[in-house]
């Protein structure tokens, strides 16, 4: 028997949440995408863009992940309003680079599918293609010193996530060869 009193989020609605705001502030799950298609393509010629937007969808179908961007994205909106309190505002409004609370929030992101997601993550974050450039443009009105990490940590997830599945697909692959012919 359920307790009326205890608290319940339904799982459908921060989904919807985490996509929602991700659109409202200019990303979407083609532009982590062709993230993905760049950290994998040299590994998996044969990648498609659609896998690698099949493998975000995953990512974000994951509630940690979820709670990542909503959070990340709350603080980010706080800071576009100078809602934070000092110091907090200043180092988040101006992404400094001593502050790294952006780049461990990003991590939980990268944890959820193995270490493999630390160096993809590192490299793109480094190096802010794609979308990543737009976001850490400090020239414009808006802030996202969470959302690139963010964005970056949901490509790295989904390239490990593919790395793995690859992986397990070649070893299926030749168990199933020594099976035929030991067979």
Known sequence: MSEPNVYRLNS?????????????RGVTKEQIGQLVMLL????FPELT????VRNVDAVLGKREVQNA??????????????????????MIQHDE??????????LSIVNVYGSIGFTNFGYIDKFKPGVLKK??????????????????????????RI????????????????ESENG
Do not use: M
Request: proline share 2%; with cysteine; glycine share 6%.
């Open 97 to 106: 680079g001593l502050y790294g609370c952006d780049e461990v929030l990003a």
């Open 12 to 24: 459908k609605i921060v989904a919807t949440a985490t996509e929602e705001w991700l659109t409202k």
């Open 40 to 43: 994998q393509k040299d590994y």
């Open 135 to 160: 976001l850490n443009d400090k020239n414009s009105n808006e802030i996202h010193t969470f959302l690139d990490d963010i964005v970056g940590a949901i490509a790295a997830a989904a390239s490990s």
């Open 69 to 90: 961007v909503l959070t990340g994205i709350q603080l980010d909106i706080l800071a576009e309003e100078g809602k934070l309190l000092p110091p907090l505002q200043a």
């Open 163 to 178: 790395a793995h599945r690859k992986q397990a697909e070649r070893e299926a692959e030749t168990e199933a060869l020594e």
């Open 49 to 52: 863009l659609d896998e690698c």
